[in-house]
Structure formats: C-alpha cells, structure tokens
C-alpha cells in the first residue's frame, strides 16, 4: 500500500493592541522636599534668584502633547498672609531629553503651556527653572510677615 504525504498548513492571527500612554512622574531631580527660595538679607532682596531642578520630570507618550502648569490656589500662604502665585516664573530649560517648543511662564491659577508640541517617547525627562525677578523680590516679597510661604504647583500632559 502507498501513502500519499500531505503538506499542511495552518495560520494564527497575532493582534498587537495598541492603547495611547500619556504618563507624567516626578523625575530623579525631584524629590519630597520643597522647593526653597530663602530671602535672609538685603542682597536676598535685591537679587534674582534662580532654582534649576536638572530631570524635574518624567513623561512617556503615544502622541505629540502639550504639557500645561498652574497653581493650585491664587496666592503663596503663610497662615492669613499671602502672596500672589505671579511673583514665580517657571521655565523649560534646554538639558533633558524631551524635544518639544520651550517656554517660559508666570504662574497662575490657569493653564499655561510650559512646552508645546512635545513629542512621542518614553522616559523623556524635563529639566524646570524656578525664578523670581529682583524686581518681584524688592516690590511684592519685601515687608510682608516673615514665614515660608507655600502653594502647589501642577502639571498636566495633555495629548494633541
């Protein structure tokens, strides 16, 4: 008796499932601990000042976004005193691996896109710089109550 050999053939579909990722962390450059301005003598108060916080942030995205900060509230407060979140300038600062449009911001109660058209990547990191002006410093900071005065700061990715 002859056997006939058969070839066969089968196929599988593989699915690959595709969701948009838009994550936004603290990066390694941030930690726990808040972010100081101390104002201790008359040269504090006649000066700029300028804290970088190198890797500030950590995104990963599917698509090209717009990461947007604001403050929670409309004043830095120290008990009843206050002082208004504009005093603060926030700026994305060359250094990381994030490419997008940098831009510099005065903080408010209000969205402001801190870097436009960032694009798709993972682990992209984001170096701030923290500012206030001696003109803020001598004009606004200058004769209110002495104390650490605090607000949050908010950031937000949002995709395109």
Known sequence: MVRAQHSGQVSAVVNIVL?????????????????????LNTSD??????????????????????LKVKSEGADFV????????????????AGGSLVGTFNEVTLSEADKVLVSNASVGAGQSLNIAYSISAEKASKVLLGKA????SQKVIYTATAL
Request: charged residues 15%; proline residues 3%; hydrophobic residues 40%.
């Open 19 to 39: 969701a948009d990722v838009l994550s936004i962390d603290l990066g390694s450059g941030t930690t726990d601990a808040a972010l100081n301005f101390n104002y």
């Open 45 to 66: 108060y006649n000066a700029a000042k300028t804290v970088t916080v190198p890797n500030s942030l950590v995104i990963i995205s599917s698509k090209n976004f717009d």
């Open 78 to 93: 120290n008990g009843t005193d206050t002082i208004p979140v504009d005093v603060l300038q926030i700026k994305a600062v």
């Open 146 to 149: 002495r104390g650490t005065y």
